[in-house]
């Protein structure tokens, strides 16, 4: 059963027991000061059967914070806390990706150091976007994101230099691999999109010049990390966090091209249906095999049957899954056994404590 996806695989320069790749969940559930604590140990062991974890999304800076309770990268706590959740991933059998995430002007002042604005290429609010604070009063609440102040070209080397001292401190905590958060509307890809990205210096206007960051960060995880433990989310057509880029296709195509002479793991692309994009089609898949050399993990709405069959078609390498991995730690295992799977609670979904997040059974529990 599923044989494929079940099968061995080698992605970049790390080995893998199986295709099936759990996708990046925020779950809102770090500890004081951002810090992975020991509810995030087991949460992550308890899943640690899938061949690749990629981690919630890890802000690189405080700065880069759009969401209460998220885990961080940037500080020697948040480091130590990362380490012993690859420890215990590690002593299960299981890899580990940290991915790196800047939000941009996905965030509001109650997140930022003095309360200052969310910085973004240029000073353009994102529409219909929310940021997750805990209010003055101590009450948690989605509010408004705030308008944004555009980045300086000055502070641009600061920026690549979070996502390098990011990398660093992955690399310490005993990671497997990065992944460059470039999708999803967040502060890559508003530099990405024609619609979000005004400016007139080397960072706008032409494509190449909208994604000039991108490939900065990626050269900087890079330099830390080695190609081959290096990937990158993007998200072609995606449409919310007010983003309606006029050329995603083509910058999916270039970056493709960039990153597979780079030499990097992979790509991992987010579906855009789910949010209300549309589908990808069969030619662009075909297209972006052509450009990019190495392993392409897709993202979006799969279950085992449609995840084997896109991997028989040679169009992807494996396949990451969320939602299901919230509910089922032993995903793999029940995909083996072609066992039917829990079914996850949404209101569980952020925040809280071990409800809803360490205490789904397991199929033999079940």
Same mark, same amino acid.
């Given at each position: 059963?599923?044989?494929?996806?079940? /099968?061995?695989?080698?992605?970049?320069?790390?080995?893998?027991?199986?295709?099936?790749?759990? #996708?990046?969940?925020?779950? /809102?559930r770090?500890?004081?000061?951002?810090?992975?604590? #020991?509810?995030?140990?087991? &949460?992550?062991?308890?899943?640690?059967?899938?061949?690749?974890i990629?981690?919630?999304?890890?802000?690189?800076?405080?700065q880069?914070?759009?969401?209460?309770?998220?885990?961080?990268? &940037?500080? +020697?706590?948040?480091? #130590?806390?990362?380490?012993?959740?690859? +420890?215990?991933v590690?002593?299960?059998?299981?890899?580990? %990706?940290?991915?790196?995430?800047?939000?941009?002007?996905?965030?509001?002042?109650?997140?930022?150091?003095?309360?200052a604005?969310?910085?973004?290429?240029?000073?353009l609010?994102?529409?219909?976007?929310?940021?997750?604070?805990?209010?003055?009063?101590?009450?948690? #609440?989605?509010?408004?994101?705030?308008?944004?102040?555009?980045? !300086?070209?000055?502070?641009?080397?600061?920026?690549?230099?979070?996502?390098?001292?990011?990398?660093?401190?992955?690399k310490r905590?005993?990671?497997?691999?990065?992944e460059?958060?470039?999708?999803?509307?967040?502060?890559?890809?508003?530099?990405?999109?024609?619609?979000?990205?005004?400016?007139?210096?080397?960072?706008?206007?032409?494509?190449?010049?909208?994604?000039?960051?991108?490939?900065?960060?990626?050269?900087?995880?890079?330099a830390?990390?080695?190609?081959?433990?290096?990937?990158?989310?993007?998200?072609?057509?995606?449409?919310?966090?007010g983003?309606?880029?006029s050329e995603?296709?083509?910058?999916?195509?270039?970056?493709?091209?960039?990153? /597979?002479?780079?030499? @990097?793991?992979?790509?991992?692309?987010?579906?855009?249906?789910? %949010?209300?994009?549309?589908?990808?089609?069969a030619?662009?898949?075909?297209?972006?095999?052509? %450009?990019?050399?190495?392993?392409?993990?897709?993202?979006?709405?799969?279950?085992a049957?449609?995840?084997?069959?896109? @991997?028989?078609?040679?169009?992807?390498?494996?396949? !990451?899954?969320?939602?299901?991995?919230?509910?089922?730690?032993?995903?793999?295992?029940?995909? !083996?056994? +072609?066992?039917?799977?829990?079914?996850q609670?949404?209101?569980?979904?952020?925040?809280?404590?071990?409800?809803?997040?360490?205490?789904?059974?397991?199929?033999?529990? !079940?």
């Amino acid at each position: 059963m599923y044989s494929k996806l079940l /099968s061995p695989y080698t992605v970049g320069a790390v080995a893998l027991a199986n295709r099936v790749v759990m #996708a990046p969940l925020t779950r /809102s559930r770090a500890g004081e000061g951002e810090v992975p604590r #020991a509810l995030n140990v087991e &949460y992550y062991r308890q899943r640690a059967t899938a061949g690749l974890i990629v981690t919630e999304a890890s802000q690189i800076s405080r700065q880069g914070q759009g969401y209460a309770w998220t885990p961080g990268i &940037y500080t +020697d706590a948040q480091e #130590a806390g990362w380490k012993l959740v690859v +420890d215990a991933v590690h002593q299960a059998g299981g890899k580990m %990706a940290l991915q790196l995430w800047h939000v941009g002007r996905i965030s509001h002042s109650l997140l930022q150091e003095n309360a200052a604005a969310p910085v973004a290429p240029s000073a353009l609010v994102a529409e219909n976007s929310q940021s997750f604070v805990v209010l003055p009063d101590g009450t948690p #609440a989605n509010v408004p994101t705030e308008t944004p102040r555009a980045l !300086a070209l000055e502070e641009m080397p600061g920026i690549v230099a979070q996502y390098r001292q990011a990398a660093q401190r992955a690399k310490r905590a005993g990671f497997d691999l990065v992944e460059v958060h470039a999708a999803n509307g967040y502060l890559l890809q508003q530099f990405m999109s024609t619609n979000s990205n005004l400016r007139t210096d080397i960072y706008g206007g032409s494509l190449e010049n909208r994604a000039r960051l991108t490939l900065e960060a990626v050269d900087a995880a890079i330099a830390e990390m080695g190609a081959g433990h290096v990937g990158v989310r993007i998200s072609p057509h995606f449409v919310a966090h007010g983003i309606a880029d006029s050329e995603p296709e083509q910058m999916a195509l270039y970056l493709a091209g960039e990153f /597979s002479q780079r030499g @990097i793991a992979y790509i991992h692309v987010a579906e855009p249906d789910w %949010a209300g994009g549309p589908k990808l089609t069969a030619e662009f898949r075909a297209q972006l095999r052509a %450009a990019f050399k190495g392993t392409i993990i897709t993202c979006g709405n799969y279950n085992a049957a449609k995840a084997e069959a896109m @991997i028989e078609q040679g169009l992807v390498d494996a396949v !990451a899954f969320g939602r299901p991995f919230i509910a089922n730690p032993d995903l793999v295992a029940r995909f !083996a056994a +072609d066992a039917e799977l829990n079914q996850q609670d949404r209101t569980t979904f952020y925040g809280g404590d071990a409800k809803g997040y360490t205490d789904y059974p397991s199929m033999n529990a !079940a």
